[in-house]
């Protein structure tokens, strides 16, 4: 069999490496330009959270409930794979277990609300945690004003060097003889009657196989506008996201360090990549077109947040890289894996902030529905031809983004006046949010957080309401 993966992210090379491990004859042509332009895979911290990325909803809903089962679901593959990795590639592979939450007050009390929802989360499933003294983690030095109240440590959360993740993962299929990496851009898809017939790269030449993965990250909508291929997918959006890499030396953390969940982003984080160096992050800025470079806001808040919320002597640390990486984001904000209406094309995307995390279990998946025809793995919920999932009432909806936009107004320096401010400024967004909903037509379900805007300046348009 031969198989086109069209993406050189995780997915893509996790999804090769599954296969050429279960079916030895099988030859796969990876493609995506060498330098990864945009790779969301590459600039991630990476952290396999899942515990630690639960909010004061999650459980409580339906799907959001399901997607946490599904990613949790992920985390007991890393220790035998990362040692695995190791051992066939050659190579370090820097990783770590073990995440510190910690639950300082720089925000307002959504960020609470989190670190209970972690707290409940941990207990409901009896996952192991410590409750720990936030002045007894390793290397944790916040200024005064940002020191944590509250700190637990969740010993199976850990991270991985992405960067030495995906080099021996590359090696491992370079060496396999089997797996050909083509430094280029897919530009369309060409069908044949009920098939894919061949991908057209930006060089212009013809790739052609049995099987055609696309999973190029955040590019999905792209390729699909050029390809007419007659088939109806959500939009991928950019969630444009910064991280910076520190040379922290002997301030490097032995583990990560983290907030909860904050409005509209996933918090403050800072996770070791080697001995040396600390990766902080991340911004998220949704876009239908990608940025190139980050913006100050973003690596100013987040150069502030590690000498403020970190450690303090971070002061003195050199400021190594601003990576920029495109989280493939849809537009009801679920990833997009599986099957399609042509027989041999398959999608993986739209796994926005956890894809590096899930890899291990997308990858069996991709696997077997290419070997197999068939999973024990029940993805139904990510179908790629898929209306829009509706996760949210209106008001549910309209009361986190409220929320979530207050809270995200703090991580951006708000000092709000005494006085009724803050209520005020409530009652605007609530106000906003309503008409916006009454114009798009969602009367009877909620814009998700981070689609306001694509929602806002006309980038989704409103589709025929499922609930789930
Ligand atoms: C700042 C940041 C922090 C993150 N932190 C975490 C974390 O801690 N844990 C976690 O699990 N996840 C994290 N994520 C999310 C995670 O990185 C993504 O969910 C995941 O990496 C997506 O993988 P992918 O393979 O689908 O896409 P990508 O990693 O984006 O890879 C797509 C690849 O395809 C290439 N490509 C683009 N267009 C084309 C084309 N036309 N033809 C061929 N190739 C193409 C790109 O250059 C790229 O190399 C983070 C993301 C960001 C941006």
Known sequence: MEVVIVGNGILGLTAAYKLINRDKDIRISIIGPDNNKGCASLAAAAMFNSFAELDGHTLSNEIDRKKFLFNKSATPYWPDLLQQLEHESGRKIEHGFGTFIINNHVSDDLEDENFDAILNGLREFYEPYEVIAPNSIPKYKPAAAARAGRAIFINREGWVNPISLMAGLKEILFKSGRVKFVNDYCNKLYRKGDLVSSVMLASGILVSGDVYILS????????????????????????VGCSLLLRTGPDTLPNCIRTPNRGLACGVYSAPQNQTDTLVGASNLISPEPFENARITSVYTLLKSA??????????SDLVKVNVGWRPTSEDTLPMIGKTSITNLIVATGTKRDGLHCSPVISDYLADIILTGKSEQDMKLYTPEREPVRMYTREEAIQITVRHTINAAYQHDFIPSKGRMVEDLEKYYSDDLNKLHDQVGAYDWGIPPEMINMYRYGHISNRKTVLQ
């Open 216 to 239: 190029p990250g955040a590019t999905f909508t792209n390729i699909i506008n050029e390809s007419n291929l007659e088939l109806d997918f959500l939009k991928i959006f950019y969630g």
């Open 307 to 316: 000498m403020e919320q970190i450690n303090s002597d971070y002061y003195r």
